[in-house]
């Protein structure tokens, strides 16, 4: 299982009124964070609309340990935990400058094929994209 790191910086317009990220903005983080593994693994946005193919989200949740804060530097962890027939399973892990686990997040997502609206089984370029 190979692990995907992508850093960032809390921003003001990530919080919400409690002074902490809203927990939308959690989802915006990790997808950030998914479309940098698979477009470091060679498969971009430009791909997805070319072959009309792309990642889609089935399932998730999310557990919230410690807030993050504004000016925070944050680094997630991505990883897909499996792959059985159509459907992958994908661990996120958000951790804070003092390399304290804030949040973890886990999604079950396939390849969509955007003209049939159907799940596709993976394609080795997919794979390979996933680290896998």
């Known amino acids: 299982m190979k692990i995907f790191t992508y850093t960032t910086l809390i921003r003001e317009h990530h919080l919400d009124g409690f002074g902490h990220v809203n927990n939308a903005t959690y989802l915006q983080l990790f997808e950030e964070a998914r479309w940098e593994v698979i477009t470091q693994g060679g498969y971009s946005w430009e791909d997805v609309q070319k072959e009309r193919r792309g990642p889609v989200i089935l399932d998730l949740s999310v557990q919230f340990m410690k807030e993050l804060r504004v000016r925070e530097k944050i680094r997630i962890e991505t990883s897909c935990t499996s792959y059985e027939r159509v459907v992958a399973e994908l661990e996120q892990k ?7 686990l804030c949040t973890v997040g886990r999604f079950k997502f396939a390849l969509f094929d955007l003209e049939k609206r159907k799940l596709l089984k993976p394609t080795e370029r997919w794979l390979k994209a996933l680290g896998l």
């Open 94 to 100: 958000i951790w804070n400058e003092a390399n304290e």
